[in-house]
Structures are given as C-alpha cells and as structure tokens.
Nanobody, 123 residues
Framework: QVQLVESGGGLVQAGGSLRLSCAVSGRPFSSHGMGWFRQAPAKERNFVAAIRWGAGTTYYADSVKGRFTISRDNAKKTVYLQMNNLKPEDTAVYYC????????????????WGQGTQVTVSS
C-alpha cells in the first residue's frame, strides 16, 4: 500500500491556472497507474486524467482534454496535474489515486486515494 498526499489546490479566476501535485510514498511500480478524479458537491466522483507510471502514456476525460496535462516525475515520485484555462465547472475536490491495473477510468479500479484538495474557480 502507498500513501498519496495532494497539494496545490486553491481559488482562481476563470481562465487562470493551477498545478496540483501528488506525492507518492513507497515505491511505485512501472505496471501501476496514477489517476486524478474530482468530485463536486452532491455529485459522483469522476475521472479526470490518468498516466501509466512506467510508459508515461496519458489519458483524459473529454471535458478537460486540451486544457489539463498529467505528468509524473519518477525521481520525485510525484504526479502532477497542470490545469489551464480553468472554468467554474472545474470547481471540485480533486483526488489523486493509484491503480495496479496500469490504466482505468473507473473509481472502483483504484486501491489507494489521497485526502483531496479543493479547487474553486470563480466566474
């Protein structure tokens, strides 16, 4: 089991940018995948982006494609989510998570979760 700690959330105006970080304790395996999910009040937790730890292949939800970029730094054992051109509908708690499946969009596929970081986009 690994521990995940997110940081970087905050309040930003529409059109602005934020970068979220997820520090991974323990040793991520190349076969594992990391994902970012978000959950708005009274809504389900939804997939945002994912990356295969070993190959670095990335995947995005249609709603963020072209605006968000997921990346990882092997040496720092950290996963990032660069969010540009933010919109009010991006407001949510953002969670980092790990799956042993390499890549998946389903919440149920992820075994370890961070505590979440709030992102608020004002109009």
């Amino acid at each position: 089991q690994v521990q995940l700690v997110e940081s970087g959330g905050g309040l930003v105006q529409a059109g602005g940018s934020l970068r979220l970080s997820c520090a991974v304790s323990g040793r991520p395996f190349s076969s594992h995948g990391m994902g970012w999910f978000r959950q708005a009040p009274a809504k389900e937790r939804n997939f945002v982006a994912a990356i295969r730890w070993g190959a670095g292949t990335t995947y995005y939800a249609d709603s963020v494609k072209g605006r968000f970029t997921i990346s990882r730094d092997n040496a720092k054992k950290t996963v990032y989510l660069q969010m540009n051109n933010l919109k009010p509908e991006d407001t949510a708690v953002y969670y980092c998570a790990r799956t042993t499946r390499g890549y998946d969009r389903a919440v149920s596929a992820y075994d370890d979760w961070g505590q979440g970081t709030q992102v608020t986009v004002s109009s």
